[in-house]
């Protein structure tokens, strides 16, 4: 007889090179309807399957590309159960639309360690950089990107010489990388044809858009429950450094781009994210609110244009004295077809 304690890896436990799987995930109807209500996101492809139908030439729904994400964002969690923090989302690009009933297999890879420096007062930590990439049931790459979790060390104050470099990891998608994943041979006439909502402005390059309308984040552990996500500071506030439930990133940054929705209602589809920084902390009944520059737009042959937005997301919540009081927590650079 033993006994066994199942538990994540610590810093020291990771090695260049390392593997990860993670079980496979078909999206169902159930996937989109509880993202749905979570989000309310108001991208008008993955809400109406007559219209997206008509765009993709396939019968079956489009899966909401954050969905995707978060999903697979889950899948990589096994490698970050112990997480303090996800520092970074570098070269997020979705290569392919993923369809209800379609099946995703992820594998994570770690390319490089680096343990933070020491400070007085701190235990030990260090900074696990991931590769991800994920294919559908067709052996198709869907999705690829890098992130980085803090890992909290083992020994609270060992020192392991880890100091890897990652500024190898793509700062910047390519301009050719983003618009292969346009041509899809859809037609977006239908979209065109059937716009609405003629009191949003055409946005030009150096707009900067306030979105009024703000978000309670609720429903925190069910998002991550749903996606199949590990991490247990998410879960469990006794393993948060806050002593209260993290909400998991993904959370946040899918009300963020429900939030941008809003404002840029006929995008077609999401291509990539050049990047996304987690400034700070977001906690469950925190409210979220978006802002966002527009600093590219690149028409494309197949229809429509490439925007880039630089989006900047804000929490705010009830200090001690009763006031609300509000800090950055997203910097966020995504590519969008509109």
């Not at 993709?56 to 899948?75: S, Y």
């Not at 880890?162 to 899809?184: G, H, M, V, Y």
């Not at 244009?305 to 929490?315: D, G, K, P, R």
């Amino acid at each position: 007889m033993a006994t066994h304690t199942i538990d994540g890896p610590f810093f020291e436990d990771f090695s260049v090179g390392q593997l990860f799987g993670a079980p496979s995930v078909t999206v169902t109807e159930g996937y989109t309807a509880i993202y749905q209500a979570t989000t309310g996101d108001r991208m008008r492809l993955p809400l109406d399957t007559h219209l997206s139908s008509q765009v993709t030439k396939d019968t079956r729904a489009i899966v909401h590309p954050m969905l995707v994400i978060n999903v697979v964002n889950g899948q990589t969690t096994y490698a970050s159960q112990n997480v303090k923090g996800n520092l970074f989302y570098r070269g997020l690009i979705l290569k392919r639309p993923v369809f209800v009933n379609d099946t995703l297999t992820t594998v994570t890879k770690v390319i490089g360690l680096k343990q933070n420096k020491a400070k007085a007062g701190r235990d030990a930590t260090g900074m696990v950089g991931l590769e991800i990439e994920t294919k559908n049931q067709k052996n198709e790459v869907v999705m690829k990107y890098w992130r980085c979790p803090m890992i909290p060390c083992r020994q609270k104050d060992v020192t392991t010489g880890k100091n890897d470099d990652f500024s190898w990891i793509p700062e910047k998608l390519s301009i050719e990388e983003l618009t292969a994943c346009t041509r899809l041979n859809w037609d977006i006439a239908p979209l065109v044809s059937s716009a609405f909502s003629p009191e949003i402005p055409r946005f030009s390059v150096g707009d900067h858009v306030i979105i009024s309308g703000q978000d309670t984040i609720t429903a925190a552990p069910e998002l991550v429950r749903l996606t199949g996500n590990i991490a247990f500071a998410h879960t469990d506030a006794s393993r948060s450094y806050l002593n209260k439930r993290l909400v998991y990133g993904g959370h946040t940054i899918s009300l963020a781009y429900a939030q941008i929705m809003r404002a840029m209602p006929n995008t077609i589809a999401l291509v990539g994210w050049q990047g996304c920084d987690h400034l700070g902390p977001v906690l469950e009944e925190d409210i979220i609110r978006s802002e966002f520059t527009v600093t590219s737009i690149d028409p494309l042959q197949s229809g429509g244009s490439l925007y880039e937005l630089n989006v900047y997301t804000y929490a705010k919540r009830i200090n001690q004295e009763g006031e609300y009081v509000e800090s950055k927590v997203l910097d966020w650079r995504l590519v969008i077809w509109v």
